[in-house]
């Protein structure tokens, strides 16, 4: 069982970086504190999860025409390719890597326990929910609660966090290691999430 784990979110070229294809507006402002949480979690021994997005031609949430970028966007993130990779600040030194289609439950599960402090975990768009994987995370961890930041703030982070409220799970949520498309939207995800006891912390609040 752990404590806590941490959950990052799309820390990737294609999402982080001012030439990506969906670059998440001020994203560059967050990476020295995505790279601080890193290094806290890996000195301390805490698991971080890093849920990066792997995309594949035909996934839903592309446009095949013009996007909406409410529920379709720009191809971004594709596996293989540049853009999905994760960011220097974010990389990991050595994980388990659960890719977006695992063959089946029980060497996902086998791996998570071998090595459980640092899991590159593959979904198909943002929301990691639909990934057959995630209860297993869920069930082989066994976390008290689960610290959740990241890109994009308003779409990723905020699926992981309802899905692990609907899941009984203690969330907090470092709002300055987070960054939004749509800023009003955010500050109304965070309102919310406050009157069902999710903690709002900074990233120096953390540890």
Not at 11 to 35: N, S, W
Not at 40 to 68: C, F, I, N, S, T
Request: proline fraction near 8%; charge should be negative.
């Amino acid at each position: 069982m752990s404590d806590v784990i941490l959950c990052e979110c799309g820390a990737q070229y294609d999402l982080a970086d001012f030439d990506g294809a969906l670059y998440v507006p001020a994203a560059e402002t967050i990476r020295p504190r995505l790279a601080a949480l890193a290094a806290a979690a890996r000195e301390r021994g805490v698991p971080r999860v890093a849920l990066v997005v792997g995309h594949k031609a035909g996934d839903p949430d592309l446009a095949e025409g013009k996007p909406d970028y409410k529920t379709t966007f720009p191809a971004h993130c594709m596996a293989g390719e540049d853009g999905a990779r994760q960011i220097p600040e974010s990389a990991f030194e050595r994980s388990v890597e659960i890719p977006r289609e695992p063959h089946a439950d029980r060497p996902v599960r086998e791996s998570l326990r071998a090595y459980r402090n640092e899991i590159l975990f593959e979904v198909a768009g943002f929301d990691p929910w639909t990934h057959p994987s995630m209860p297993t995370l869920l069930e082989v961890l066994e976390p008290k609660k689960v610290v959740v930041y990241g890109l994009p703030a308003d779409k990723l982070v905020a699926k992981v966090v309802d899905g692990l409220l609907e899941r009984n799970v203690a969330v907090a949520v470092v709002a300055d290691a987070s960054k939004p498309f749509d800023g009003k939207a955010w500050e109304a995800l965070k309102a919310g999430w406050a009157e069902k006891g999710v903690e709002v912390l900074a990233h120096d609040q953390v540890f």
